[in-house]
């Protein structure tokens, strides 16, 4: 049965920087797609980044979001089995519960939808003060 967790979620204040976590167990995805979505109160999940298995020759490539392009990074360490989410730059508006999704395909040109993606975490909550 594969289990997505998550942890680092808190308070921080506007400026600040968190790291978000999520272990995945039951399989690997190391050829597939994670990403980061969140949802902040009375509006849609949306995507935050993720990172996609393109194949043997390109390896895997990292896309965010417009509105955490360049303060937001996406990594994965396949031996700890473990996806990060670095948030920097944290402003009032990134307030939202971050969930980490997977899919065992490589969703280039997919990566967006949540609707392809298979498997979820409980997520964690960060909340930025102004």
């Known amino acids: 049965q594969v289990q997505l967790v998550e942890s680092g979620g808190g308070l921080v204040q506007a400026g600040g920087s968190l790291r978000l976590s999520c272990a995945d167990s039951?399989?690997?995805?190391?050829?597939?797609?994670m990403a980061w979505f969140r949802q902040a109160p009375e509006k849609e999940r949306e995507f935050v980044a993720a990172?996609?298995?393109?194949?043997?020759?390109?390896?895997?490539?990292?896309f965010y979001g417009d509105s955490v392009k360049g303060r937001f990074t996406i990594s994965r360490d396949n031996a700890k089995s473990t996806l990060y989410l670095q948030l920097n730059s944290l402003s009032p508006e990134d307030t939202a519960v971050y969930y980490c999704?997977?899919?065992?395909?490589?969703?280039?040109?997919?990566?967006?939808?949540?609707?392809?993606?298979?498997?979820w975490g409980q997520g964690t909550q960060v909340t930025v003060s102004s």
């Open positions: 999704a997977a899919s065992g395909r490589s969703l280039a040109g997919n990566y967006y939808y949540r609707r392809n993606y298979d498997y």
């Open positions: 990172i996609v298995w393109i194949g043997t020759l390109f390896g895997r490539r990292t």
């Open positions: 039951g399989r690997t995805f190391s050829s597939g797609t």
